[in-house]
């Protein structure tokens, strides 16, 4: 039974590489850039006028792990992203963790996105913004309206990516031209950061809901095996995208403070950034409007690559045997994969409801966000030091700066203090999660304990180890990677590094 689950898994082809460097950064700007939309208007109600600052604090945390990611796929260009480095670092277990603490991650993404679109939507329909029902309502049309098209397999093209996220940084940054010329108020935002502050809990909750303004950090890395020469694209268009996206939050969230003040912003939760550029001198009757439908667009856009994530993440799990093969089952007629797009909707229309009975529903969803996206972090961050131990010679195009030149068992190591940092770091907010978010803390348990029993159910039924990993000739498969990719120079100088070991290997035993 073992020998059968490993073939099917053998034999699962390989993505097509059709993804561009335009088009690798305007995947990621499609759901990263799109969460300041949703994520101000939140951030400030509990970050009152300190709100810049938990974005800061956030945000480079948000650095770290990004230059984590972006050395991961740009070295191990593969789908799967953080499912497939802790796998590769810490083992099947761990990468199991990682990859269903992502599957969480994407149903309430899709949930939080769906329902931040719907906000936006209603800024021409004032009345349902103060509906509790009508907006979930919405956003349920919405994701039944991505279940379709994602069934039917008529995928988001990559070009209306491209062209939105042109437009959408385009009036981003007039608002924040216009915004600083003609609306911010220096002594209106000193007196907001210096006497408008939370409590020091309340300042730490604020900082784990800062982190859905960088929701979909690991957006390139799922799309590294159909990335274009990902060992040039990667590096760029992930290290641009994290420096937008802090540049816009932080921006945003000072510009706010300075201008309107942060309780303004925070009573419009659902539509902040509209209802920020409607009061803009000049342009605001236009600007306001526009800005919300860029939202109510980009949103949506960014809700269905939660949607798509469902499949590449399931993809990868069932082709290294963490989940059963069941999940990556086909339709016969659209083939697409039918069986995870309805489950994981279905996941995703139960979240909402759930959302809609508590106070806040958005406040809900981000809640539970926080817990999935801190565990995979964590446990990518370290994979990446257990990486840079175990694989030496897997060449990486980009490292994250920070390095000391270090010797572990004979091999040069170049360890990561950065990498330290940031694994210190996840850990510091996840204990902030636990303490400071109580759904979290009980949905997310329940989330992983449903994992780990089909996990381990699939894993006994195959004859298949529980706690280990299943070995797996890791060098070849490397190898096939940066064939497959056309990395030439990578390849040429991975085998070059593993004669080194090998002759090393050699002569110590002739000793």
């Known amino acids: ?77 593969v789908a799967g992203g953080g499912q497939y480095y802790s796998l590769r670092g810490l083992g099947d277990f761990w990468g199991f963790v990682a990859g269903w603490a992502f599957l969480l991650d994407f149903t309430i993404d ?21 509906s509790k029902w009508i907006p979930i309502i919405e956003a349920l049309f919405l994701v039944l309206s991505m279940m379709i098209i994602n069934l039917r397999g008529i995928r988001e093209s990559s070009r209306v990516n491209e062209i939105f996220s042109a437009i959408d940084m385009f009036n981003e940054s007039l608002i924040i031209i216009i915004g600083f010329i003609f609306a911010f108020k220096p002594e209106l935002f000193i007196q907001q950061i210096t006497t408008e ?10 900082m784990t809901l800062a982190v859905v303004a960088f929701v979909g950090l690991e957006t390139i890395s799922q799309a590294a095996e159909e990335t274009i020469r990902p060992a040039s694209i990667i590096p760029r268009t992930s290290i641009s995208l994290t420096f937008v996206v802090l540049i816009y939050a932080l921006a945003f969230s000072t510009l706010g403070v300075g201008s309107l003040g942060w309780k303004p912003l925070a009573e419009h939760m659902s539509d902040p950034i509209a209802y920020l550029a409607k009061f803009l001198p000049l342009i605001g009757f236009v600007a306001g409007p526009f800005t919300a439908i860029l939202g109510f667009t980009l949103l949506y856009a960014s809700a269905n690559t939660g949607v798509m994530g469902y499949s590449r993440v399931t993809y990868s ?35 909402l409801v759930l959302a809609g009975l508590s106070k806040s529903a958005m406040e809900t969803l981000a809640d539970m966000y926080a817990f999935g996206a801190l565990t995979a972090y964590t446990l990518v961050c ?16 980009y490292k994250i700066p920070g390095n000391l030149k270090i010797k572990i068992n004979g091999s040069d190591i170049d360890f990561p203090v950065l990498g330290v940092i940031a694994v210190l770091g996840a850990f510091f907010y996840f204990v902030l999660v636990l303490w400071t978010h109580h759904l979290a803390r009980l949905y997310g348990s329940l ?17 298949l180890p529980l706690l280990k990993s299943i070995e797996r000739d890791w060098i070849n498969e490397q190898i096939r990677v940066l064939k497959e990719a056309g990395e030439v120079e990578n390849l040429e100088e991975y085998i070059k590094a593993l004669e080194g070991r090998n002759a090393s290997e050699g002569r110590n035993e002739g000793k």
């Open 1 to 77: 039974m073992a020998a059968d689950e490993l073939s099917k898994g053998e034999q699962m082809p390989s993505l097509r590489r059709a993804v561009g460097i335009w088009g690798s950064f305007s995947w990621g700007y499609a759901c990263v850039g799109a969460d300041i939309y949703m994520a101000l208007g939140l951030i400030l109600a509990y970050a009152m006028g300190a709100a810049p600052l938990a974005l800061l604090i956030t945000g480079i945390l948000y650095v770290l792990i990004g230059l984590i990611y972006t050395e991961l796929a740009a070295s191990y260009p």
């Open 110 to 130: 899709v949930s939080l996105f769906a329902y931040a679109s719907a906000g936006y939507l209603n800024f021409f329909f004032p009345a349902f913004q103060k």
């Open 197 to 206: 502050v939370p409590g020091l809990k309340q300042f730490f909750y604020s």
């Open 317 to 351: 799990m069932s082709k290294l045997h963490l989940l059963p093969g069941w999940f990556s089952g086909t339709h016969p007629r659209y083939r697409t994969p039918y069986r995870t797009i309805l489950l994981f909707s279905a996941i995703v229309i139960i979240q």
């Open 382 to 397: 370290i994979s990446h030091l257990r990486l840079r131990i175990k694989d030496p010679y897997t060449p990486r195009p």
């Open 447 to 463: 989330w992983l304990l449903l994992g780990l029993i089909i996990y381990f159910l699939y894993r006994k039924k195959n004859n």
